[in-house]
């Protein structure tokens, strides 16, 4: 399975980018796929993800610093998972990456396949 993140780039502060990952090669475990993010000398944090709970349902679940200003969703014609990143700020820049298949949807260990990154830089 490879996953193809894009999207990331330079913002000002308040600022919107739209990051999608869009999966090919196989199928998941599980269907869950999440989002993200290292900045430089920091642990990588949970962003958000989303899990098939059934029909065309798909449950979004969000990191506390990231809720009410990030929205995930499934584009279920391309298999890819897109973050739309609104009023953003100086400390949500780093390198997101997505990641797909996993058991326990906030921790990054948990999940097998991985995105390459891409960067997200918001100047204030």
């Known amino acids: 399975v490879q996953l193809q993140a894009s999207g990331g780039g330079l913002v000002q502060a308040g600022g919107s980018l739209r990051l999608s990952c869009a999966a090919s090669g196989g199928t998941f475990r599980s269907n869950v796929m999440g989002w993200f993010r290292q900045a430089p000398g920091k642990e990588r944090e949970f962003v958000g993800a989303?899990?098939?709970?059934?029909?065309?349902?798909?449950?979004?679940t969000y990191g506390d610093s990231v809720k009410g200003r990030f929205t995930i969703s499934k584009d279920n014609a391309k298999n890819a998972v897109n973050l739309q990143m609104n009023s953003l700020k100086p400390e949500d820049t780093a390198v997101y990456y997505c990641?797909?298949?996993?058991?326990?949807?906030?921790?990054?260990?948990?999940?097998?396949?991985w995105g390459q990154g891409t960067q997200v830089t918001v100047s204030s």
């Open positions: 989303i899990r098939w709970i059934g029909s065309l349902t798909w449950l979004p």
């Open positions: 990641a797909a298949d996993s058991t326990v949807p906030q921790s990054p260990a948990n999940y097998i396949y």
